[in-house]
């Protein structure tokens, strides 16, 4: 069992930075790939960016392609998202997700998944 909490979201001007950090419960954190994800409202869910179980490979949505990067430092048990040149369309709640594997492809299923931190950018 993994526990995920976001952090890090919160109000941003356009053009500005945030740093989404996802923490995990357990001694196992080594053993899942990680995804960030988020959702709109009105929208689906929408996959951000994918980080392979020791930081080695990861994927990144062409919508924040050269804006998101995803890394994570498994000695803290935690995974981040460093948005930056933040638009306000990326305005949505963002979640962490774990899936017990090496690394993940979009359409890939995860196994637990955080309650999410809100982002919001004004224009």
């Known amino acids: 069992q993994v526990q995920l909490v976001e952090s890090g979201g919160g109000l941003v001007q356009a053009g500005g930075s945030l740093r989404l950090s996802c923490a995990a419960s357990g001694r196992t954190f080594t053993s899942y790939a990680m995804g960030w994800f988020r959702q709109a409202p009105g929208k689906e869910r929408e996959l951000v960016a994918t980080?392979?179980?020791?930081?080695?490979?990861?994927y990144t949505a062409d919508s924040v392609k050269g804006r998101f990067t995803a890394s994570r430092d498994n000695a803290k048990n935690t995974v981040y998202l460093q948005m930056n040149s933040l638009k306000p369309e990326d305005t949505a709640v963002y979640y962490c997700a774990a899936k017990r594997s090496f690394t993940v492809y979009p359409g890939s299923a995860f196994d637990y998944w955080g309650q999410g931190t809100q982002v919001t950018v004004s224009s």
């Open positions: 980080i392979s179980y020791l930081g080695a490979s990861t």
